[in-house]
């Protein structure tokens, strides 16, 4: 499955009007079996900004390609920049109310499974298991030419390495990790090759442009098919790779419950949308069900 290089969309009909009543999402979990679906906006509260929502990047930053990706190593050398200084401040975010809840409903048993388009891995951290990463991780790096997979952690050692005293000013960040820079800022940035081949390296993450991996593509259809509902948490689901499920869940008659301030591309296929901010609904969400939130364990849990 090709991930279209979408960046907006508009709607076509009137959008599903949005409800402040998180009850149809508490009967939901309440009945069991529920397959959540995530996207950036569940990340914002954590500090990593959503590409379409208020303020969001796409305003100011377009996202790298595959194909530029790989056809310039100018492009190369501008994303690895950027990257590497935004990491320092992606790795350091801690999961908040929104990926604590999710991970208390899974604890619970309420859950069926949970496939995130984001590729902080903050579910994870919250204490999330089996997360589905559908674009893949920023944590880990693979090399284009003989497929090792090594960690950012490790690449951002050496990049330090090559390019000691690197440190300008980002106007700000993106939710792929990427911070914003001139040209001018990027300069003559080093880029560390694969350790192994001299390969090029790239984060293992999909980008604009390039194929989810077909068994990852599969693997998340089983689990709608398997599910009883779908929740959508913070997603606008521009990207066909995460409408597609709705529309899977829609057509076999699963009912799709979408928390989001904004209209979404998928508000047609749902039976209702919460324009609410993630954190508050879902801790007002787990409240009504006695669910408790461990908040420490999900802190303790965050790379150091």
Known sequence: MRMRPTLSWTPTEDPLPGTTEPAPVVDALRSGGVLVLSGAGISTESG????RGEGGSLSRHT??????????????????????????????ALPNAGHRAVAAFGR????????????????????SEGVVELHGSLERVICLSCGALTS???????????????????????????????DEQVGDFSVAPCHQCGGVLKPDVVFFGEN???????HCRD???????LLVLGSSLTVMSGLRFVRQAARAGKPVLIVNRDPTRG????????????????????????????????ESARRP
């Open 63 to 92: 996202p790298m390609t595959y194909q530029e990706f790989t056809a310039s190593a100018r492009a190369r050398r501008r994303y690895w920049a950027r990257s590497h200084l935004g990491w320092r401040t992606f790795g350091r």
């Open 108 to 127: 619970q048993g309420l859950l069926s499974g949970v496939i995130t388009q984001n590729v902080d891995g903050l579910h994870q951290a919250a204490g």
């Open 212 to 218: 989810v991996p077909p068994p990852r593509v599969e």
């Open 48 to 51: 990593i900004p959503d590409y």
């Open 223 to 229: 689990l709608v098919e398997a599910a009883t509902s």
């Open 267 to 298: 508000d047609r296929h749902a039976v209702t949308r919460v324009a609410l901010p993630l954190g508050t609904t879902l801790t007002t969400v787990a409240e009504r069900l006695d669910v408790p939130l461990d908040i420490g364990s999900a």
């Open 152 to 182: 950012r952690r490790e690449l951002a050692h050496r990049l330090e390495e090559a390019n000691a005293g690197f440190g300008p000013v980002a106007a700000g960040l993106n939710p792929d990790g990427d911070a914003d820079l001139t």
